[in-house]
């Protein structure tokens, strides 16, 4: 058995634990696929899976192996497709990582039209705001809301987004609206606080050239921004969030802003990020030309700037 082959199979077997798993995934015995293991084992001099009678788990040595042998078939497998894809068709399964939130309301809509484009192209979608890096988790292209921390990527600047306050109509007309922030600790506020470590986000505000960071005495408090959205389109209170989050509940009249006189300039970038290769595959290409034109539609609606 040739050793591309035997790398195959020691990749397989490691992502899905299994070796029964891996052989009716690829149509083999079972024990073709250990002893192919095995013999790859054997030739390296390291044992690279740990057997039990449940599962299999990669060793230290067998961790390092698999990124390597992974990125090794990534980059045969975009060389293939290369050849075999026309750059006006590509083909082949196209694997994104979405910002959360911005990709549930604004990316994920559009997923239909961009895979009717390029029929030949399938789709494996994750929504997360994890750091991800797409070499060892196989992943072609992550759009990120925020600064990304990785500069061994190739990061295509889309737009930008502000922070605004709003608050339901239902809200303000029982409670009022206020015209400074100073008036907030009379209101009943929900905040989002950081999920590894609980702590609340405070609020900026900027007039007049001056900026302000005020903390809040939220009564709720959620690691969850949609949550947040949800919470305040009931009329739980007010919140400061990104505006394209609260986009679509101002456009339906659920949500309003407030304090637009106090409205930080400070701007997270959306990012498009994907590895360094020599060679753009078309399929990551076309999504970043169809990136671009939904940034584009979106600008157009002020849900981005």
Same mark, same amino acid.
């Given at each position: 058995?040739?050793?591309?082959?035997?790398?195959?199979?020691?990749?397989?077997?490691?992502?899905?634990?299994?070796?029964?798993?891996?052989?009716?995934?690829?149509?083999?015995?079972?024990?073709?696929?250990?002893?192919?293991?095995?013999?790859?084992?054997?030739?390296?001099?390291?044992?690279?899976?740990?057997?039990?009678?449940?599962?299999?788990?990669?060793?230290?040595?067998?961790?390092? $192996?698999?990124?390597?042998?992974?990125?090794?078939?990534?980059?045969?497998?975009? *060389?293939?497709?290369? /050849?075999?894809?026309?750059?006006?068709?590509?083909?082949?399964?196209?694997?994104?990582?979405?910002?959360?939130?911005?990709?549930?309301?604004? /990316?994920?809509?559009?997923?239909?039209?961009?895979? *009717?484009?390029?029929?030949?192209?399938?789709?494996?979608?994750?929504?997360?705001?994890?750091?991800?890096?797409?070499?060892?988790?196989?992943?072609?292209?992550?759009?990120?809301?925020?600064?990304?921390?990785?500069?061994?990527?190739?990061?295509?600047?889309? *737009?930008?987004?502000? %922070?605004?306050?709003?608050?339901? =109509?239902?809200?303000?007309?029982?409670?009022? /609206?206020?015209?400074?922030?100073?008036?907030?600790?009379?209101?009943?506020?929900?905040?989002?606080?950081? =999920?590894?470590?609980?702590?609340?986000?405070?609020?900026? $505000?900027?007039?007049?050239?001056?900026?302000?960071?005020?903390?809040?005495?939220?009564?709720?408090?959620?690691?969850?921004?949609?949550?947040?959205?949800?919470?305040?389109?009931?009329?739980?209170?007010?919140?400061?969030?990104?505006?394209?989050?609260?986009?679509?509940?101002?456009?339906?009249?659920?949500?309003?802003?407030?304090?637009?006189? %106090?409205? =930080?300039?400070?701007?997270?970038?959306?990012?498009?990020?994907?590895?360094?290769?020599?060679?753009?595959?078309?399929?990551?290409?076309?999504?970043?030309?169809?990136?671009?034109?939904?940034?584009?539609?979106?600008?157009?609606?002020?849900?981005?700037?």
């Amino acid at each position: 058995m040739d050793k591309l082959k035997s790398l195959m199979i020691f990749i397989q077997s490691a992502q899905s634990g299994s070796f029964s798993k891996t052989a009716r995934h690829l149509g083999m015995a079972p024990s073709a696929v250990s002893r192919a293991v095995l013999r790859l084992e054997d030739e390296l001099g390291v044992r690279l899976l740990q057997r039990t009678t449940r599962s299999l788990t990669l060793t230290e040595d067998g961790e390092q $192996f698999y990124k390597r042998a992974r990125h090794i078939l990534n980059d045969l497998e975009e *060389a293939e497709l290369e /050849i075999k894809q026309s750059q006006s068709r590509p083909t082949g399964t196209l694997r994104l990582d979405l910002s959360f939130t911005f990709g549930k309301l604004h /990316i994920a809509p559009a997923l239909m039209q961009f895979a *009717a484009r390029y029929p030949e192209l399938s789709l494996n979608v994750s929504f997360n705001d994890r750091f991800v890096n797409p070499i060892e988790e196989n992943i072609d292209a992550v759009v990120r809301v925020g600064v990304p921390s990785d500069s061994s990527l190739i990061m295509q600047h889309l *737009a930008n987004t502000q %922070y605004t306050t709003y608050a339901s =109509p239902q809200y303000l007309a029982q409670y009022g /609206i206020p015209t400074t922030p100073a008036e907030l600790s009379q209101h009943r506020c929900v905040n989002f606080i950081f =999920p590894q470590t609980r702590r609340d986000v405070n609020w900026k $505000f900027e007039r007049d050239g001056k900026s302000m960071e005020l903390p809040v005495d939220a009564y709720l408090r959620f690691d969850n921004s949609e949550v947040v959205l949800d919470m305040v389109i009931q009329g739980a209170g007010v919140a400061q969030m990104p505006k394209f989050m609260a986009a679509i509940a101002v456009a339906r009249g659920e949500l309003q802003p407030i304090l637009q006189d %106090y409205i =930080p300039q400070t701007e997270l970038p959306i990012s498009i990020l994907y590895p360094q290769k020599q060679y753009l595959s078309a399929k990551v290409r076309v999504f970043v030309e169809f990136m671009k034109e939904l940034i584009t539609a979106l600008k157009q609606s002020d849900i981005v700037g």
